[in-house]
């Protein structure tokens, strides 16, 4: 096969990135080992533990368990899930903003669980009044989001634990790509902040680990009886997982970029991709477009439709929010480099856009 991966240098809208040389490196030693059946794969079964061990250290807690899922949308899946077997209810129901990722409408669908979306507020995090509103004694699990991904918003995540415990729900955190740099913040977001009970939190995104790197942290060992069932023909006689064979890759990159990066590493990465989203918010608003505040490297701004098409039209890879505003990045493949080059592509498509254009009498 000749094709050739696409490059990261216009990559503008992911929120994953080229993975650190040392995770490349790990994961292509551990590509065919499966983490699903730790008794005939014990190495990789040990470096998941020491995963989870250093996850744990990032996100505030001190005896975590959890496994290397395939990324937040399955450790979201599960946490749901964990939450719907917890429930006493004949008809379950999740509360969450309606900044919350996608996967928690899969996970409402897959596993059979009403879902009550709640707005945010003029910060764009969950409204409090209105989580309290709909919450009741059928709640299985209240949402929070700790870098949301259209706006890098933290929701007041105690303040909405103390909303769960109040109806007797479990509390999960969506920290799936804020979680790296959430630590470097001031921002009240882990099991040490507040009675988190599951978070979803993955490697492969801020921390740069190769994909498919994702976390689902429990706080109690416990919440994983919920998912396990037995693997009667395995050497290991039960599996909590919802993959059954997962390549050790994920595993093993994980744990390499953590050793590297973790602590000093990862803060030096988020002070630059921060101070990338400033300079980027500072450049468009100069420009006259109207933007939304980066408290995490995220930057959303009222580009008309037309621009960002021919944007994209040059190569770069661009979203927009569901209110249809651009929204860039800054993940740790993104330099100032490259986003001067983008800003450069704006003027001279703002310069021939306010050009005349001639007619005929």
């Given at each position: 096969m000749q094709t050739e991966p696409q490059a990261f240098d216009r990559v503008l809208s992911s929120m994953c990135t080229e993975p650190h040389p040392v995770a490349r490196e790990a994961a292509e030693r551990f590509l065919a080992t499966n983490p699903g059946d730790p008794g005939t794969y014990p190495t990789v079964s040990a470096l998941e533990d020491e995963a989870i061990a250093v996850l744990g250290e990032i996100a505030g807690l001190d005896?975590?368990?959890?496994?290397?899922?395939?990324?937040?949308?399955?450790?979201?899946?599960?946490?749901?899930?964990?939450?719907?077997?917890?429930?006493?209810?004949?008809r379950p129901n999740v509360v969450m903003p309606e900044s919350a990722h996608f996967s928690f409408r899969k996970a409402a669908d897959l596993l059979g669980v009403d879902l009550r979306v709640v707005p945010t507020d003029d910060r764009y995090r969950a409204d409090l009044e209105a989580?309290?509103?709909?919450?009741?004694?059928?709640?299985?699990?209240?949402?929070?989001?700790?870098?949301?991904?259209?706006?890098?918003?933290?929701?007041?995540?105690?303040?909405l634990g103390e909303i769960a415990q109040s109806v007797g729900a479990m509390l999960h955190v969506d920290a799936a790509w804020g979680g790296f740099v959430l630590p470097f913040t001031d921002y009240e977001w882990n099991f040490s902040h507040a009675p988190v009970d599951t978070m979803a939190i993955d490697p492969h995104k801020m921390g740069q680990a190769a994909v498919p790197a994702g976390g689902l942290l429990v706080r109690d060992s416990a919440l994983l009886d919920e998912l396990a069932v037995d693997t009667p023909y395995l050497e290991s006689t039960s599996q909590a997982t919802l993959t059954g064979t997962r390549s050790g890759?994920?595993?093993?990159?994980?744990?390499?970029?953590?050793?590297?990066?973790?602590?000093?590493?990862?803060r030096s990465q988020y002070v630059r991709s921060q101070n990338n989203a400033e300079w980027l918010a500072d450049a468009l608003e100069k420009r006259g477009y109207d933007v939304v505040d980066p408290t995490l490297p995220l930057v959303a701004a009222d580009v008309p439709r037309s621009t960002f098409d021919a944007l994209r039209a040059k190569g770069w890879r661009i979203s927009r929010t569901a209110t249809d505003e651009l929204r860039i990045v800054c993940m740790p493949h993104v330099t100032r480099e490259m986003l001067a080059s983008f800003i450069s592509d704006l003027d001279r498509l703002e310069v021939r856009a306010s050009v005349p254009v001639a007619c005929d009498d």
């Open positions: 005896d975590p368990s959890g496994y290397i899922a395939s990324g937040g949308t399955e450790a979201n899946i599960q946490a749901v899930r964990i939450a719907r077997e917890r429930a006493d209810a004949a989580v309290r509103a709909a919450v009741d004694d059928d709640t299985a699990a209240v949402i929070g989001v700790a870098g949301s991904t259209e706006y890098g918003r933290v929701d007041p995540i105690p303040e890759a994920g595993v093993a990159s994980a744990v390499a970029a953590m050793e590297e990066l973790w602590p000093s590493g990862y």
